[in-house]
């Protein structure tokens, strides 16, 4: 089974703080990807990685930075944490497949808390 | 990308078959269609993808119409534990990007 793991389930910050969010996979996929889920609002794509040392922006990647250094991880970093990061984080990883599919694997998710 | 219309919420008794509709009137040639099924307090799972007709599997089937701009995820004989949220996407199939777009989901409530 693909496994894809979080640092953590649940992560209480400060305001200001540095945030780091560790991401890792076990099956060799090039893709990998970070969403925020806020209630209503569903989940939006933060930002994405298809190779190592490559990153795409998605839909809301104000406040945030990423880094892929391995293949098997990808790091979302808070550079000054705010009370509107807030949220439920999940990272999810994919293989190309050609272009043709779309079955992401998700993490559990790290519910943060900035206070 | 293109951008997904579903309904919020759906009640169903169990042993029903449900039926969840997606429209995405916007859908570019190369995209394809996929649903997940998401949890409380887990990340989202992959249920279905297709590209045009009707594609079945274990879980799920999923209807497509002739021009693409809607489809239907059926889920046949629905109990509790299909209770969750369903998301519909289309895929951004553009050159090096697999950008999925999630919209707001449609929450599935099982009555027993």
Same mark, same amino acid.
């Given at each position: ?8 389930? *649940? ?13 890792? !996979? #076990? ?7 970070? =969403?925020?889920? #806020?209630?209503?609002?569903?989940? /939006? ?7 190592v040392k490559m990153k795409e922006k998605?839909? $809301?990647?104000? &406040?945030?930075?990423?880094? /892929? ?15 509107n990061q807030t949220s439920m984080y ?11 599919? *779309?079955?992401? *694997? ?10 | ?18 039926? $969840? ?9 190369? #995209? *394809?269609?996929?649903?997940?099924? !998401?949890?409380?307090? !887990?990340?989202?799972?992959?249920? $279905? !993808? ?13 209807? $497509?119409?002739? #021009? ?8 046949? /004989? ?8 369903? =998301?519909?996407?289309? &895929? ?21």
């Amino acid at each position: 089974d693909v496994k894809v793991t979080q640092s953590s389930r *649940y992560l209480v910050k400060r305001t200001g703080e540095k945030v780091f969010l560790e991401c890792v !996979q #076990d099956m060799d996929h090039e893709n990998m990807f970070w =969403y925020r889920q #806020d209630p209503g609002l569903g989940l /939006r794509l933060i930002y994405f990685s298809y190779d190592v040392k490559m990153k795409e922006k998605g839909d $809301i990647p104000e &406040g945030y930075s990423v880094s /892929r250094e391995k293949k098997e991880r990808f790091s979302l970093i808070l550079e000054s944490a705010s009370t509107n990061q807030t949220s439920m984080y999940l990272c999810a990883s994919s293989t190309p497949s050609g272009g043709t599919s *779309y079955e992401q *694997y998700f993490g559990p998710g790290t519910r943060l808390t900035v206070t | 990308l293109a951008k997904t219309t579903q309904p919020i919420s759906m009640d169903s008794y169990e042993g029903q078959e449900v039926n $969840i509709t997606c429209s995405h009137n916007n859908i570019a040639t190369n #995209d *394809y269609i996929t649903w997940y099924q !998401q949890f409380p307090s !887990q990340g989202p799972r992959f249920i $279905i !993808q297709g590209y045009k007709t009707k594609v079945t599997n274990e879980v799920a089937s999923l209807f $497509i119409p002739a #021009d693409r701009k809607s489809s239907t995820l059926s889920l046949p /004989r629905v109990s509790l534990s299909d209770t969750a949220v369903y =998301y519909c996407l289309v &895929g951004d199939s553009g050159a090096g990007s697999y950008q999925l777009t999630f919209g707001k989901g449609t929450k599935l409530s099982v009555i027993p």
